[in-house]
Antibody
Framework: QVQLQESGPGLVKPSQTLSLTCTVS??????????WSWIRQPAGKGLEWIGR???????NYNPSLKSRVAISVDTSKNQFSLKLTSVTAADTAVYYC?????????WGQGTLVTVSS | QSVLTQPPSVSAAPGQKVTISCSGS????????VSWYQQLPGTAPKLLIY???KRPSGIPDRFSGSKSGTSATLGITGLQTGDEADYYC???????????FGGGTKVTVL
């Protein structure tokens, strides 16, 4: 059974960079069949897709975040990561990682990131 | 505001049926597969339906998906109290090159 677990700081200061890691267990991130995605959800609001990476190369990012976001993969650690620069209070949300294709089938439990000084 | 339109809420008595609509366009629902997700309070979303009408292993056949043109529908029969959750549709959008989500529909069991 594939499992995903997000990790990273729960508090980030405005203008700084949010960095999260998703550790995958129960399957190889480099199997090549899947996309590895990040999604976020502000409190009381809906889901927002951030972007995804294909383990063999290639990324897609939400155009609304594209100038600030980068997703990378570390196959040796079976992890993929999210970096979001120049954060503001509007980036406060629960961040989820998920395995995609043909749909977002496996999700992490989510991690709350608060942007505040 | 989402490019996909879902009703904010639907409700029905236990044992009854509810349907949740998701209206989009040719760049998303009309030409791409639709997925549906269930989010119970305080938990991560869970995949219910993929490729318009397929259920992952372990999802009961009380949940069904269909699509016609640029609209998709999630059906839940034999409604249970445990079905109280938010439900999201989520296809790929070819014009935006993103996965997009509907605004979500809250299901209440009366």
């Amino acid at each position: 059974q594939v499992q995903l677990q997000e990790s990273g700081p729960g508090l980030v200061k405005p203008s700084q960079t949010l960095s999260l890691t998703c550790t995958v267990s129960g399957g190889s991130i480099s199997s090549g069949r899947y996309y590895w995605s990040w999604i976020r959800q502000p409190a009381g609001k809906g889901l927002e897709w951030i972007g995804r990476i294909y383990a063999r190369g290639g990324t897609n990012y939400n155009p609304s975040l594209k100038s600030r976001v980068a997703i990378s993969v570390d196959t040796s650690k079976n992890q993929f990561s999210l970096k979001l620069t120049s954060v503001t209070a509007a980036d406060t949300a629960v961040y989820y990682c998920a395995r995609d294709h043909p749909a977002l089938e496996y999700w992490g439990q989510g991690t709350l990131v608060t942007v505040s000084s | 505001q989402s490019v996909l339109t879902q009703p904010p809420s639907v409700s029905a008595a236990p044992g009854q049926k509810v349907t949740i609509s998701c209206s989009g366009s040719s760049s998303n629902i009309g030409n791409n597969f639709v997925s549906w997700y269930q989010q119970l309070p305080g938990t991560a979303p869970k995949l219910l339906i993929y490729e318009d009408n397929k259920r992952p292993s372990g999802i009961p056949d009380r949940f069904s998906g269909s699509k016609s043109g640029t609209s998709a529908t999630l059906g839940i029969t034999g409604l249970q109290t445990g079905d109280e959750a938010d439900y999201y549709c989520g296809p790929w959008d070819s014009s935006l090159s993103v996965v997009i989500f509907g605004g979500g529909t809250k299901v209440t069991v009366l």
